[in-house]
């Protein structure tokens, strides 16, 4: 068996006017967490979320909140996240070359889960040193799109990154972002679909934004998403 299949609706594709009522009909669909993107308009060209959302969120559920740091400066964001409720704090490693060491014992203290996600044009070779740390983290997150924005096309040479690091730390926490569906249609007739890719190549938590919240029917995505890692774990 291979490390624990974790489910991610990302809630960037939800309706932010309804975030509580959006995240709850997610979790009772199956969704084992939920992905936050932090966006501050200066590492990424976009907008969202901060603490604030984060902690009025917090009071409507006890969910594993997946918060994906797409900040310049996530030292700054530590103590804010820690304070509204964050469960997993994924920062980016671009940013984060100096200052990782204080950042993942910052966020330990503060009792989330550090996280690193690598950008599609990032070596893999980068997170080593991290997860292999005094103090490591937890989970890597291999962007399989450039970040800023859901709904972008699936970049399939960021799966090598995958099986290295699959194979490297049998039971490391690695995330990838896929689509089964685009633009509402299912991506079946062309080949494998993309979480078919991912979970092969040995990705176990799987973050989906546009094509769960876009299926006439999420639950069904969700527990697609799920099969298709238990099934490429079974198969190795
Ligand atoms: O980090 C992200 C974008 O920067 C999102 O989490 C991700 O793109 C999920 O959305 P989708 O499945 O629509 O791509
Ligand atoms: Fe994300």
């Known amino acids: 068996m ?32 939920l992905h936050m993107d932090i966006m501050d308009g200066h590492f990424v060209p976009n907008l969202t979320i901060g603490a604030p959302v984060i902690e009025s969120l917090r009071k ?4 594993y909140l997946d918060c994906h740091l797409m900040v310049t400066n996530p030292l700054d964001y530590v103590d804010p996240m820690g304070k509204a409720g964050a469960s997993g704090f994924t920062f ?31 070596p893999i070779e980068e997170v080593y040193p991290l997860v292999e740390g005094e103090h490591p983290v937890e989970m890597v997150l291999v962007m399989t799109v450039e970040p800023g924005f859901g709904g972008q096309k699936f970049m399939p040479e960021t799966m090598e990154k995958v099986r290295v690091l699959r194979k490297k730390y049998p039971s490391l926490d690695i995330e990838g972002i896929t689509h089964i ?17 991912a979970a092969s190549a040995g990705a176990n938590c799987i973050v989906a934004g546009s094509s ?8 069904q995505v969700i527990s697609l ?3 298709s890692v238990q099934g490429a774990q079974q198969n190795n």
């Open 181 to 197: 569906y685009g633009n509402g249609q299912v991506d079946g007739g062309l080949g494998p679909s993309t979480v078919d890719v």
């Open 225 to 227: 998403l799920r099969k």
């Open 60 to 63: 409507h559920t006890t969910a």
């Open 2 to 33: 291979g490390v624990a299949a974790k489910i991610a609706p990302s809630m960037l594709s939800s309706d932010f006017a309804n975030l509580a009522s959006e995240a709850k009909r997610m979790l009772s669909l199956g969704a084992d967490w």
């Open 212 to 219: 769960v919240f876009g299926a006439s029917e999420p639950g």
């Open 92 to 122: 980016h490693v671009e940013v984060s070359k100096e200052n990782w060491q204080e950042l993942v014992q910052k966020i330990k203290a503060k009792g989330m889960r550090p996280g690193v996600a690598l950008k599609p044009g990032t």
